[in-house]
């Protein structure tokens, strides 16, 4: 079975998730290629600076920006398979021989008819920061699968573990789960906890996270493979849905006590 990723340009928290998956899966699955859309896909950058600044406060801000620029500055250098780390999803992808792109929208035709092209039996989201329209989510035979950083329907939409834990979570959850046309409504395959270590930042989570949702993919791959998966309705008129975080709401994050980075 062939599959292709469709992710965002985000070395910062979403590269975990395929340092991981790469590394112990890269040689069991046939991967096509991971597509990659620019990161928070048409969020002006000017508005999502702001916001960064306001969650992360300025010290945090300064240590989000300087390792974005390592990262920037690193990412073109040569690294082998089985590296510690790695800095850009251009670097990982050449380390373990899978095809890397950068596109932009994923529901153009043209990504359409290259999925087409390359045989792809399934279609796996991670991150991607745009709303998949139907043309694309029924182009693959296997359909299209996405992961999703909480458990459904209680916490729909946007940034969800800083939503978890500003709720007062003890675990964040972690849904993989089919694509349709509306967002996080799709039937899942698969729902896992992870507990919040005590004094854990809003940055170490995510990235700790992601990891984990690496092997729970893996799980739900393996399963749609073999033809056992074993996908079951949610009830999503009991879910909530949540956007990007107001500076109010952010403010009120700090205010109980909770830290993002």
């Known amino acids: 079975m062939k599959i292709e990723f469709l992710t965002q340009d985000?070395?910062?928290?979403?590269?975990?998730?395929?340092?991981?998956?790469?590394?112990?899966?890269a040689s069991e699955f046939s991967i096509t290629q991971v597509s990659s859309c620019r990161a928070m896909g048409k969020?002006?950058?000017w508005k999502l600076l702001k916001e960064l600044y306001c969650l992360y406060r300025p010290v945090g801000f300064l240590r989000l920006m300087a390792r974005a620029a390592a990262r920037r500055l690193l990412g073109s250098l040569p690294k082998s398979r089985g590296s510690s780390s790695y800095y850009s999803f251009a670097q990982l992808c050449r380390a373990y021989g899978v095809p890397y792109a950068r596109i932009e929208n994923p529901n153009a035709q043209e990504y359409v008819d290259q999925l087409k092209a390359r045989g792809v039996d399934l279609l796996v989201s991670v991150a991607c920061p745009f709303i998949l329209k139907e043309q694309l989510l029924k182009v693959t035979p296997q359909g299209c699968i996405?992961?999703?950083h909480a458990p459904l329907p209680r916490y729909k939409g946007m940034m969800p573990t800083f939503w978890q834990m500003y709720h007062g979570e003890a675990k964040v959850g972690i849904t993989v789960h089919y694509m349709v046309a509306k967002v996080d409504e799709g039937a899942a395959l698969l729902q896992a906890e992870l507990a919040i270590k005590p004094g854990e930042t809003l940055d170490e989570l995510i990235r700790r996270s992601k990891r984990h949702g690496a092997h729970c993919m893996a799980q739900v791959i393996r399963q749609i493979s073999s033809q056992t998966q074993a996908a079951y309705k949610l009830k999503n008129d009991e879910g909530s849905y949540f956007t990007f975080p107001t500076f109010q709401e952010m403010r009120e994050f700090h205010r109980r006590g909770l830290r993002a980075i």
């Open 10 to 25: 985000d070395p910062l928290y979403i590269l975990p998730f395929f340092e991981e998956f790469l590394r112990d899966y």
């Open 43 to 45: 969020r002006s950058r």
């Open 146 to 148: 996405n992961i999703h």
